[in-house]
């Protein structure tokens, strides 16, 4: 099966401009996750989609942050405008969502380094 | 809400010794504990996982531990070879039914010297 993929793998933009990062999770897979990695720290959780719907939103950042699943299918995560701290690496994950040995194992995508200069 | 510490941050290791990551969390909820292995530009993948109602679980040369009391989890390689040298990172997560929010420790970069 297809994993997780993001795009695009690397981004370079000026502080104030504005960046879309997407993420195709695995087909079915009803759980998305945004999370991000700034160099030397944690990987940091950001929000959680149940197919098109906000689980969970208490990691973003702050109102320049915006994500959205339409459709329940891809999400996307736009940045505007964004500024130095949010340099670093944007990883999407899924999961099945359903209870059962595995369905909670998240799958992550390869990453989306954001650098803000 | 939950609070990962993990230790050491970096790891140097001689090929065929043991390696050991240490983590400790602070929400006793807690009930699912993943690791994962980032290899230098590629994604994290879960090595080895373990649950709330097990105290420890292995496979082939990796092992986990978990001490609730103490809410501490443990991850031990074995017979350390290059191909171990990457990122781990140590999680604590609840499930809630299908869905969990997973928080992750800062990481340990382990390096196996040939």
């Known amino acids: 099966e297809a994993g997780v993929t993001q795009f695009p793998s690397h981004s370079v933009i000026e502080k104030g401009q504005t960046v879309t990062l997407r993420c195709d999770p695995i087909?079915?897979?009803?759980?998305l996750y945004w999370y991000r990695r700034v160099m030397g720290k944690e990987i940091k959780f950001l929000l959680h989609f149940v197919k098109e719907s906000k689980q969970d939103e208490s990691g973003m950042p702050n109102n320049r942050f915006l994500a959205e699943r339409t459709g329940g299918t891809y999400s996307t995560l736009k940045v505007q405008p964004a500024e130095l701290e949010d340099s670093g690496v944007y990883f999407c994950a899924s999961s099945y969502g359903t209870a059962g040995s595995g369905a909670n194992v998240l799958t992550f995508g390869a990453g989306s380094r954001l650098t803000v200069l | 809400g939950e609070n990962v510490e993990q230790h050491p941050s970096t790891l140097s290791v001689q090929e065929g010794d043991s390696a050991v990551i240490k983590c400790t969390y602070s929400?006793?909820?807690?009930?699912?504990f993943p690791w994962y292995k980032q290899e230098l530009g590629k994604r994290p993948q879960l090595i080895i996982d373990?649950?709330?109602?097990?105290g420890e679980k292995k496979d082939q040369r990796i092992a986990v531990t978990l001490n609730k009391t103490a809410k501490h989890f443990s991850l031990h390689i074995t017979e350390t070879q290059p191909e171990d040298s990457a990122v781990y990172f140590c999680a604590a997560s609840i499930i809630s039914g299908g869905y969990q929010k997973v928080t992750f420790g800062i990481g340990t970069k382990l390096q196996v010297i040939p």
């Open positions: 373990i649950r709330s109602n097990v």
């Open positions: 087909s079915g897979h009803d759980n």
């Open positions: 929400d006793s909820a807690s009930n699912y």
